[in-house]
């Protein structure tokens, strides 16, 4: 089979090797061991920091393409420039391929999403890996990206693969996920919900993120008399802020060292930043934390609330994407069976309070989330794929 890979998302090349986003390289070295020729059109510069690694296999061809820019005046003349180019790569390496498999949403994945419109008896899956939900607020491109791949007019012979389970929906449109751990990584991981109630935040420290209303909330929850801690792995331009902050809420703030960081969370102090750090190190801190956390203003399928929720973290995030479906909230309730809806520090401190005094229930949540996110393990998921390159 001649598998063709379209991605926005960059394959580098170093020391002989080539490399990309790490989480984008385990998902595809999964696609790539059940695939025969395989090619990938997609950016080979990337002019910021990236967490890279190689794929396994190496065997495969890329197909270098100018990323689509419209941030200033002279990006998007460039880019404008180059689309007639661009579309005629897309459309002979489309028109060679047995698979097609676009990995949305992005400009270049729009523009392939309309050449794709020309080959219609062309086997075609399309990952969608932002929010699917058909009332987000989002850019005109995406919004016109779902719109194109979701028509059965004009996309045919196409699986699209959104996160979550939406309403009114067409045909080709199908429910799906992503995976982290091994059904060998499974166990029953059980908590005791005692003080200082362990919080946990993990990802980039960015303003999409909101990583200071973790801050806020374990603030207040002292200040009503919970003594609870928060624990930032990741790192990012508000760091330096985060740690500023911290000082203004009149809490003593630790750094810690990677080797300090394999150490059991200590009992003395209120907020600690790790920085990154390998998965080992952050999966023994999901084993020790009681909540986890995220404030994300926008997410596909938000990867650090499922892998908590693996270790039986109790997840605290906004509803964006399929997050309300992940922790079993319905309606305007704020609390599901497996998770809690942030929306205010004022009611998740409410909440918390009333959670502390029914240590079974929290239990009941912690159990819950677990056992939904044992679900997704890789296994299935490459189960899944091989019956998508199948079909």
């Not at 801190?285 to 203003?297: K, V």
């Amino acid at each position: 089979m001649k598998l063709l890979v379209i991605s926005d998302a960059p394959i580098l090349s170093h020391i002989s090797k080539k490399e990309a986003y790490a989480p984008y390289v385990k998902e595809m070295d999964l696609w790539l061991r059940h695939a025969g020729k395989v090619s990938f059109v997609c950016p080979t510069r990337y002019k910021r920091t990236l967490l890279t690694q190689p794929f396994q296999n190496q065997d495969f061809k890329v197909l270098p393409l100018r990323r689509l820019e419209f941030h200033n005046v002279i990006a998007a003349l460039i880019s404008l420039i180059t689309i007639p180019y661009q579309t005629i790569v897309l459309w002979n390496a489309m028109r060679k391929a047995d698979h097609i498999h676009l990995r949305c949403p992005g400009n270049l994945a729009l523009l392939a999403s309309m050449v794709q419109v020309t080959l219609p008896r062309k086997r075609k899956t399309v990952k969608y890996a932002g929010n699917f939900s058909p009332t987000a607020s989002q850019p005109f491109s995406y919004r016109w990206q779902k719109k194109i791949l979701s028509n059965t007019s004009l996309s045919k012979n196409i699986d699209v693969l959104a996160y979550g389970e939406w309403p009114d929906q067409t045909i080709n449109v199908k429910p799906f996920f992503t995976a982290t751990y091994s059904e060998k990584d499974r166990k029953d991981f059980q908590k005791e919900f005692n003080e200082p109630l362990q919080f946990i935040f993990v990802g980039t420290l960015s303003v999409n993120k909101n990583p200071q209303s973790l801050m806020e909330l374990v603030t207040e929850l002292n200040y009503k008399g919970i003594r609870a801690q928060a624990h930032f792995y990741g790192d990012g331009r508000m760091m330096e802020e985060l740690k500023v902050q911290s000082s203004e809420f009149q809490v003593e703030v630790s750094n810690v060292s990677s080797s300090e960081s394999r150490e059991q969370f200590q009992k003395d102090k209120t907020f600690y930043f790790y920085g990154n750090q390998p998965s080992d190190v952050v999966k023994r801190a999901y084993q020790n934390a009681h909540f986890s956390f995220l404030a994300s203003q926008s997410e596909g399928w938000p990867k650090a609330v499922a892998e908590s929720m693996w270790y039986g973290c109790i997840p605290i995030s906004t509803p964006v994407s399929c997050v309300p479906w992940m922790l079993g909230v319905s309606g305007q309730n704020q609390i599901g069976s497996r998770g809690i809806i942030f929306k205010y520090v004022d009611q998740i401190t409410r909440l918390i309070k009333e959670l502390v005094d029914e240590k079974e229930k929290m239990a009941t949540i912690s159990h819950n989330a677990q056992r939904w996110s044992h679900e997704y393990t890789l296994e299935k998921f490459e189960t899944e794929i091989i019956k998508l390159l199948q079909s």
